[in-house]
């Protein structure tokens, strides 16, 4: 059975770090483009981050440029974001997803054109 599992939210103070982690079973991630996604209380999902199968392509919504980091560790079969200078507008739940197939990833990014998710993991940004 595919399973996405996330891990590593939490409580921090702006300016702090997170490393956020999607472990993946049933499948094999490096075969995947994967995208990291989040939704705030009363906002729409979007698309933070997300990496293409081969890891060339890769891509950042505005707002988190230069500070967050996305990469894989295939021997581990895991995906992470690493979270640098966070804000309190990056309060969310975070997502991730996987796709066996993908194209332009800044596009799949946006539309969220992820056929497997994870649970989600809260990150609370506050003082």
């Known amino acids: 059975q595919l399973q996405l599992v996330e891990s590593g939210g939490g409580l921090v103070q702006p300016g702090g770090s997170l490393r956020l982690s999607c472990a993946a079973s049933?499948?094999?991630?490096?075969?995947?483009?994967i995208g990291w996604f989040r939704q705030a209380p009363g906002r729409e999902r979007e698309g933070v981050s997300c990496?293409?199968?081969?890891?060339?392509?890769?891509y950042y919504r505005d707002s988190v440029k230069g500070r967050f980091a996305i990469s894989r560790d295939t021997a581990k079969n895991t995906v992470y974001l690493q979270m640098n200078s966070l804000k309190p507008e990056d309060t969310a739940v975070y997502y991730c997803?996987?796709?066996?197939?993908?194209?332009?990833?800044?596009?799949?990014?946006?539309?969220?054109?992820?056929?497997?998710w994870g649970q989600g993991t809260q990150v609370t940004v506050s003082s």
């Open positions: 997803a996987a796709s066996p197939i993908w194209g332009n990833v800044q596009a799949m990014c946006l539309m969220g054109s992820f056929p497997h």
């Open positions: 049933g499948f094999t991630l490096d075969n995947y483009a």
């Open positions: 990496i293409s199968s081969n890891d060339y392509w890769t």
